[in-house]
């Protein structure tokens, strides 16, 4: 099973909007076949390992990092294809929490006389797949805010300059989270600030679970501006990728301009006169986008943080001191008692660079306020 989710692993720049999963079979105590998804629309992993065992596959036992699914989707079932082969046991790490399976494929195969297990490695299968996993049970994506700083927790300088307070291969980490999401999200006024570009900025080679001939992805580029401000000479209309503008305006004559150049205007509910964020995110959810990378300033960050809504935070830290006028991280309802404090879990520290990485996730839910 440990090979079958490192398997799962090579698809992790690939698979969109599907779940990442590896497969591995094995006969009389030897590896006989295994595979991995490659791409949406592609044979998923069962069957390439299927293909490659071809008759040995009989009497085998199916080692897979998600239950196999059992509808017709892009591709055919591949309970019916382990079934049709012969495999004899299979072994899941997680059930499918995909409504049109959701245990249905295991008890297919348990049907048709396959023995079928269900929970090794269970923890390790889900992290491969977060957005996925909540998209499906909670109708939301997972997001990440990334977000980078100096060691006094400064992001930006008063005047607004920011480039560059990491080094390049912070920068180069980044630009791997960009290429493992379905889209980046950011606010106007950093768009309005900054110019941003929002685009992976890596070659194939930079990915090393890309094989031959396969292309990076580009996430979508999403711009949360409520009264329709992006102007249409923006830098990333000059970028491939697709740009969607959500915003609260519903007046058509004002998305002309913005259609014309290439995105697509959505009008969402407000709340408090700017885009509703859980209703963005949702939003987004329902266009099969499974990660968010949040890219952005302390407004909005702090927004979807006091709303519930970031299920990590990636913060680079960079060894150097920009002083109490700088800007900070999140700009966040004024706490007046520390019992008010948001609480996170440490999940992971590293050096990149000459720099630091901290990944946490919230343990505080909801402040007042969320709303951008």
């Known amino acids: 099973m440990t090979q079958a989710i490192r398997l799962a692993e090579r698809g992790l720049y690939t698979t969109r909007p599907n779940p990442r999963v590896g497969c591995v079979l094995v006969l009389n105590g030897a590896v006989i076949a295994e595979g991995w998804h490659h791409r949406a629309g592609g044979p998923h992993a069962e069957r390439v390992a299927?293909?490659?065992?071809?008759?040995?596959?009989?009497?085998?036992?199916?080692?897979?990092?998600?239950?196999?699914?059992?509808?017709?989707?892009?591709?055919?079932?591949?309970?019916?294809?382990?079934?049709?082969?012969?495999v004899?046991?299979?072994?899941?790490?997680?059930?499918?929490?995909?409504?049109?399976?959701?245990?249905?494929?295991?008890?297919?195969?348990?049907?048709?006389?396959?023995?079928?297990?269900?929970?090794?490695?269970?923890?390790?299968?889900?992290?491969?797949?977060?957005?996925?996993?909540?998209?499906?049970?909670?109708?939301?994506?997972?997001?990440?805010?990334?977000?980078?700083?100096?060691?006094?927790?400064?992001?930006?300088l008063a005047s607004g300059e920011s480039q560059w307070i990491t080094g390049a291969a912070a920068r180069r980490d980044v630009q791997r989270l960009r290429a493992r999401s379905e889209a980046i999200v950011t606010g106007i006024d950093t768009v309005l600030a900054d110019d941003p570009s929002l685009n992976v900025r890596l070659d194939p080679t930079d990915l090393p679970s890309l094989e031959?001939?396969?292309?990076?992805?580009?996430?979508?580029?999403?711009?949360?501006?409520s009264r329709l401000r992006m102007p249409a000479s923006a830098r990333m209309f000059e970028l491939p990728g697709q740009i969607l503008v959500l915003c609260i305006d519903s007046d058509p004559s004002h998305a002309v301009g913005l259609e014309t150049a290439g995105a697509r205007v959505q009008p969402l509910p407000e709340a408090r006169g700017q885009v509703d964020l859980e209703?963005?995110?949702?939003?987004?959810?329902?266009?099969?986008?499974?990660?968010?990378?949040?890219?952005?300033?302390?407004?909005?960050?702090?927004?979807?943080?006091?709303?519930?809504?970031?299920d990590e935070l990636i913060v680079y830290m960079a060894p150097h001191l920009l002083g109490d006028t700088a800007r900070g991280l999140f700009?966040?309802?004024?706490?007046?008692?520390?019992?008010?404090?948001?609480?996170?879990?440490?999940?992971?520290?590293?050096?990149?660079?000459?720099?630091w990485r901290i990944q946490a996730r919230p343990r505080t839910t909801v402040l007042d306020g969320g709303f951008i």
């Open 50 to 86: 299927l293909a490659a065992a071809g008759t040995r596959a009989r009497g085998a036992t199916a080692y897979v990092s998600l239950e196999p699914c059992c509808h017709q989707g892009r591709t055919p079932p591949c309970s019916d294809a382990l079934i049709e082969a012969g």
């Open 212 to 225: 031959a001939g396969e292309t990076v992805l580009q996430p979508l580029r999403v711009v949360l501006d």
């Open 331 to 355: 700009s966040l309802p004024v706490l007046r008692h520390m019992r008010q404090r948001l609480e996170l879990e440490i999940t992971d520290i590293r050096a990149v660079g000459g720099d």
């Open 88 to 156: 004899a046991r299979v072994v899941a790490a997680m059930e499918d929490p995909n409504p049109l399976v959701a245990g249905q494929g295991l008890a297919q195969l348990a049907q048709a006389g396959v023995q079928v297990e269900s929970g090794l490695l269970e923890a390790q299968a889900q992290a491969l797949n977060p957005g996925f996993v909540k998209r499906m049970t909670q109708g939301l994506p997972w997001v990440r805010c990334k977000l980078a700083m100096s060691l006094d927790g400064r992001t930006a």
């Open 279 to 310: 209703a963005a995110f949702r939003y987004l959810a329902q266009q099969e986008i499974n990660e968010v990378l949040l890219e952005t300033g302390p407004t909005l960050a702090g927004a979807a943080l006091g709303a519930g809504l970031v």
